[in-house]
Structure formats: C-alpha cells, structure tokens
C-alpha cells in the first residue's frame, strides 16, 4: 500500500522560513509528478508547486520566488522550502504524488497534511 507522509509544519512569523517534506513509502514502481497543495480555512484547495520526475517546476503565481520545490528520486521525497513567509501563506499543506504501483496501477495519492501558520 502506498502512502505520503509530510512534516515540517509550525509557526512562524511573517518573513520567516520553513521547510516541508514529504515521504513517499510501499510498493511503488514510480512516481511521476509530486507536488504541493495548500486549503486555508474558509477556502478551495490550491496547488502551490509540482516538479515531473525529469525536474520540470511549477508555481502558483502567489509564491514564485519565495517557494522553491525539489525531489530526490532514489529517496521518493519532495519538499518545499518556503522563505519570505505572509500571512496569507497560512493554510494545511497537503503533499501529492503521482503514483504506479508495483501491481501497475496508477493512482494520485495524497498526504495527511500539515499546518502551516504565519503570524503578522
């Protein structure tokens, strides 16, 4: 069975930076794109970054040049480095994955999520 776990969630003060990191684990054959969304409270869940298994990024417009995304494809982890924190950042963070398993079968698996809070 194949599941995300992320950590690095907390508290910080606006300016500041965290680093969320997610672990991909079971059996699984490949991963094709990763990525990062986030829902705040009273709000749609948005994608904020992806990155293909080749390296290619993407950004939401919100936090281009303040989050970068990376993965390591022999340890099947994403994170995401977030500097120049706001307060508008503050939302649960949700890692995704696109995913085959060892039985073939493709699915678009996602993590529990963890809190992320900018305080002004």
């Known amino acids: 069975q194949v599941q995300l776990v992320e950590s690095g969630g907390g508290l910080v003060q606006a300016g500041g930076s965290l680093r969320l990191s997610c672990a991909a684990s079971?059996?699984?054959?490949?991963?094709?794109?990763m990525g990062w969304h986030r829902q705040a409270p009273g709000k749609q869940r948005e994608p904020v970054a992806s990155i293909t298994s080749g390296g290619s990024t993407n950004y939401a417009d919100s936090v281009k040049g303040r989050f970068t995304i990376s993965r390591d494809n022999a340890k099947n982890t994403v994170s995401l480095q977030m500097n120049s924190l706001k307060p508008e950042d503050t939302a649960v963070y949700y890692c995704?994955?696109?995913?085959?398993?060892?039985?073939?079968?493709?699915?678009?698996?996602w993590g529990q999520g963890t809190q992320v809070t900018v305080s002004s």
């Open positions: 079971g059996s699984i054959f490949s991963i094709n794109r």
């Open positions: 995704n994955a696109m995913i085959t398993d060892s039985a073939w079968w493709k699915g678009d698996y």
